[in-house]
Every structure is written in structure tokens, then in C-alpha cells.
């Protein structure tokens, strides 16, 4: 019963900063990976942000030095802090964790929040 709920979206105006959260309830085996997703209308869905168990990230070249991908320290918890933010960066952020059920799944499966929107505009 794994569940993810986010947070945080909103209007912002070019330049501002949001900090986008996403609180995972439930319980993994596993978890290679979390991620911040995002779709702009009548685009595709892109990564924007990752970060594996052991803390290393990598981010879309659209929104380094920007965007900032973070755990809470208990793992329950997933952030995107959004700096410098530009007009572009308006779209739905999903909240995303694959991950394995237990020590015998032979495949991942994903999870998904809601998405919250971030608007960014004058």
C-alpha cells in the first residue's frame, strides 16, 4: 500500500523559487531511485531530477545549477527545491519511486504521485 502525496506547487513569477515535497507512506523493499518528473502541456513527460540510494543525483541539463534533488533523512521523504525559475519550467512535477515489494520480486514497479502544478509566469 504505497502511497506518494505532494506538495508545494504553485504560482511563481520568473526568477522565484518554490520548493516542491513529496511524502512516500508504505513500505519497499527496495528503492533504487526517486525522481522528479515533469510534463508541459503537449509535451513529453521528462525526468528532471534523480537520486539513487546512495545519494548521488543527476539532474536534466535544462535545469542544473537551478533545481536541487533531496532526501529527507528518514528516506520517507523526497524534495525539489526550484531556483531561477524561468517560464519554461511551468508544468505538472510528478513524484516518482521505483521500487522493489520484497527480497524475491524479480521486477521493479512504479509509483507515482498525484503531481502538483508550478506555474511560473509575470
Known amino acids: 500500500q504505497v502511497q506518494l502525496v505532494e506538495s508545494g506547487g504553485g504560482l511563481a513569477q520568473p526568477g522565484g523559487s518554490l520548493r516542491l515535497s513529496c511524502t512516500v507512506s508504505g513500505s519497499l523493499f527496495s528503492t533504487p531511485a526517486m525522481a522528479w518528473y515533469r510534463q508541459a502541456p503537449g509535451k513529453q513527460r521528462e525526468l528532471v531530477a534523480q537520486i539513487t540510494a546512495g545519494g548521488s543525483t543527476n539532474y536534466a541539463d535544462s535545469v542544473k545549477g537551478r533545481f536541487t534533488i533531496s532526501r529527507g533523512d528518514t528516506k520517507n521523504t523526497l524534495y525539489l527545491q526550484l531556483n531561477s525559475l524561468k517560464p519554461e519550467d511551468t508544468a505538472v512535477y510528478y513524484c516518482?519511486?521505483?521500487?522493489?515489494?520484497?527480497?524475491?520480486?524479480?521486477?521493479?514497479?512504479?509509483?507515482w504521485g498525484q503531481g502538483t502544478q508550478v506555474t511560473v509566469s509575470s
Open positions: 516518482n519511486v521505483r521500487g522493489y515489494e520484497s527480497p524475491r520480486s524479480r521486477t521493479f514497479d512504479d509509483y
